[in-house]
C-alpha cells in the first residue's frame, strides 16, 4: 500500500472528526421565546478593528477607495435595513453591536486563480437598552450572494468592485440577523459557520 496516500488520507479522516467534533448544532443564539419579544431599536458600528491602509482608507482585497467612515454608515444602514424588515417590535428592547474585522472583495485576479466569496466579518453582541446581554460577543461572517468559480469564468463574471461591495453588506447585515434569530451551527471560538 502506498505510505503517502495512507497518511494524507489518515490526515483526512482526522481532520474532518476533529472539525465535526468542534461544531455543535444549536438553535438560534437568541432563545425563540426571548426573541420574539425582541425589539432591536438601535444598531452600534464599533470602529477601529478594520485593517487599514496607510492614508487611512480600508483595505478591501481589491481596488477601491473606501474610508472607514463610510463604510460604518454604511454597514450601519444595511444591518438597520435589514432587521427592521423582519418587523421586531416586541417589548424588550435591544441593541445590536458590531465590531467589523474583515472586508475581504474577490478581485477578478482572485477570481480566475481560485475563485470565492467576496465576505465581511465582525463580532457581534446583542444586549437589552438596561445592559442585560441576550448574546455575548460571537464572530459572524456574511458572505456575497454568489461564489464565484475560478478561471476565465469566475474572473469575467465578477461584478464590479462596487456593486461587489454592495451585495457584500446586503449578505453580512442578512446572515448576522438570520444567526441572531434562526438555527445556526458554532464552531470553536464561537465562530458562526455559514
Do not use: W
Not at 135 to 145: H, S
Not at 146 to 171: F, H, K, Q, V
Amino acid at each position: 500500500m502506498n505510505m503517502a496516500f495512507f497518511n494524507r488520507r489518515s490526515f483526512l479522516a482526522l481532520a474532518s472528526a476533529a472539525l465535526l467534533a468542534a461544531c455543535e448544532e444549536h438553535t438560534a443564539l437568541v432563545d425563540p421565546t426571548v426573541s420574539s419579544n425582541i425589539n432591536v431599536v438601535d444598531v452600534q458600528i464599533n470602529p477601529g478593528s478594520l485593517p487599514l491602509k496607510e492614508d487611512g482608507t480600508v483595505r478591501t482585497g481589491r481596488e477601491y477607495t473606501l474610508s472607514e467612515t463610510q463604510f460604518i454608515q454604511q454597514l450601519d444602514a444595511a444591518l438597520t435595513r435589514q432587521i427592521q424588515a423582519r418587523g421586531m417590535n416586541g417589548g424588550t428592547k435591544a441593541v445590536l453591536s458590531v465590531t467589523p474585522t474583515k472586508l475581504a472583495l474577490v478581485s477578478p485576479g482572485q477570481s480566475f486563480v481560485v475563485g470565492g466569496r467576496s465576505q465581511i466579518e465582525g463580532i457581534v453582541t446583542l444586549k437589552t437598552t438596561q445592559g442585560e446581554t441576550l448574546v455575548a460577543p460571537v464572530t459572524v461572517k456574511g458572505f456575497t450572494d454568489e461564489l464565484r468559480a475560478g478561471g476565465l469564468i469566475g474572473a469575467m463574471t465578477t461584478p464590479s468592485a462596487s456593486e461587489d461591495y454592495r451585495r457584500t453588506l446586503d449578505g453580512f447585515a442578512n446572515n448576522v440577523s438570520r444567526k441572531l434569530f434562526e438555527n445556526l451551527t458554532v464552531g470553536i471560538g464561537g465562530t458562526v459557520i455559514n
